[in-house]
C-alpha cells in the first residue's frame, strides 16, 4: 500500500530532510567537524529539491489545457534540473568549507553523540530514499526518482564521513576530516552532472528507451503486409508520459471506416503494450508516391 498521489510522497520527503537537518546541524555544533557540516549542506539541498519536486508535480498533474495541449509533464524536468544546480552549489560551499579547515585543522568534540545523531539521520533518508524509489516505479516519475536517488547519495555521504571520523578518532590525523569532505563534495558534484544530463535529455525530447522502441517495432512488423506498412516512427517521453507517432500506409481504395478502424485498433494495442503512451497516427496511401516522402528517423518496412 501507498499514498495516492507522487505529490504525498514529497512531503514525506520534505519532513525527512527538516529532520536530517536539525540531526546532522546538531551532530556538526557538538563536534566541529566540516564532514559533518557537508553532510548538513546536503540535507538543506535536500530540502530545497523536495519543496521543488513538490511544485513541479503539483504543475505535472494539471490536465492539458488551450495553451498547452500535450499536457504539463515536462514541468518534472524543472524540479530535477533546479536540483542538479543546487547539488552543485552545496558542494562548492563544502570544498570551500574544507578547504579552510586544512590550513587550519580543529580537534573535534563529542564524537560520540554526534556520531549517534548523524547515524540517526541516516537510517532516516535511507528509508525515505526506499519509500520514493518504490513510488517512483509505481508512478513512472523521473522527480521522484532524482529524488530517491539524491537521498541515497546522501546516505553513502554520511556513511563515508561517519567512517572518516571514526578514523580521526582512532588516530588523531585531524587532517582526516576535511579531506573526507572534500571527496564527498566531489562525488556530490558527479551526482549533480548526471542528473543535469538526464534533465537536458528529457528537455530535448529523448526518445523511448530502446527496449521500448524496439517492442514498439515488432508491434508493428507483426500487422506488417504487402497491402500494409509503416513510417515516419517518433517518439519522446515526457516526464513520466510517453508519446508515440507514426504513419500507416494503406490501399488507396480503402474506406475512410476501414483506415479509420486500422488506426484505432493499432493506438489500443499500442498503449495497452506500452502504459502511459499517448498515441497519434497518420493514414496515407499506399500507392501515392507523395506518402513515401518523410519517412523520419524511425522504422520501414520495406
Same mark, same amino acid.
Given at each position: ?109 563529542? *564524537? $560520540?553523540? /554526534? @556520531? #549517534?545523531?548523524?547515524?540517526?539521520? %541516516?537510517? !532516516?533518508?535511507? +528509508?525515505? &530514499? ?32 561517519? *567512517? $572518516?571520523? /571514526? @578514523? #580521526?578518532?582512532?588516530?588523531?590525523? %585531524?587532517? !582526516?576530516?576535511? +579531506?573526507? &569532505? ?36 515488432? @508491434? ?7 497491402? !500494409? ?50 498515441? !497519434? ?22
Amino acid at each position: 500500500m501507498g499514498f495516492a498521489s507522487p505529490r504525498t510522497y514529497t512531503l514525506v520527503s520534505v519532513a525527512a530532510a527538516v529532520a536530517t537537518i536539525v540531526l546532522k546541524t546538531a551532530a556538526w555544533k557538538l563536534t566541529g567537524s566540516v564532514g559533518l557540516l557537508s553532510d548538513a549542506i546536503e540535507s538543506g539541498v535536500n530540502l530545497v529539491a523536495a519543496l521543488g519536486a513538490f511544485w513541479a508535480l503539483t504543475l505535472a498533474a494539471k490536465p492539458a489545457d488551450r495553451t498547452h495541449p500535450y499536457g504539463h509533464f515536462k514541468a518534472e524536468y524543472f524540479s530535477s534540473g533546479l536540483e542538479s544546480v543546487l547539488i552543485v552549489v552545496a558542494a562548492l560551499a563544502i570544498i570551500s568549507a574544507a578547504a579552510g579547515r586544512l590550513q587550519q585543522p580543529e580537534p573535534l568534540e563529542q *564524537l $560520540g553523540l /554526534g @556520531l #549517534v545523531l548523524s547515524l540517526v539521520a %541516516t537510517a !532516516l533518508n535511507g +528509508l525515505v &530514499a526506499w519509500l520514493l524509489l518504490r513510488a517512483a516505479r509505481r508512478f513512472h516519475s523521473i522527480t521522484l526518482r532524482a529524488d530517491a536517488y539524491h537521498l541515497l547519495t546522501d546516505v553513502w555521504t554520511s556513511v563515508a564521513v561517519v *567512517l $572518516g571520523i /571514526g @578514523l #580521526v578518532k582512532l588516530t588523531g590525523l %585531524t587532517i !582526516l576530516d576535511p +579531506l573526507i &569532505a572534500i571527496a564527498v563534495a566531489l562525488n556530490i558534484l558527479f551526482t549533480g552532472w548526471k542528473l543535469l544530463h538526464e534533465t537536458a535529455s528529457g528537455l530535448l525530447d529523448r526518445a523511448l528507451p530502446e527496449a521500448d522502441q524496439k517492442q514498439l517495432e515488432n @508491434l508493428l512488423a507483426a500487422h506488417a503486409t504487402p497491402e !500494409l506498412k509503416f513510417h515516419a516512427l517518433r517518439t519522446r517521453v515526457a516526464g513520466s508520459r510517453r508519446f508515440v507517432a507514426f504513419h500507416v500506409l494503406v490501399p488507396g481504395d480503402w474506406t475512410v471506416q476501414a483506415g479509420h478502424d486500422l488506426c484505432d485498433r493499432l493506438e489500443r494495442q499500442i498503449a495497452h503494450a506500452l502504459p502511459r503512451t499517448h498515441v !497519434l497516427t497518420h493514414l496515407e496511401p499506399l500507392d501515392d508516391p507523395k506518402a513515401w516522402d518523410d519517412q523520419g528517423f524511425g522504422w520501414d518496412e520495406g
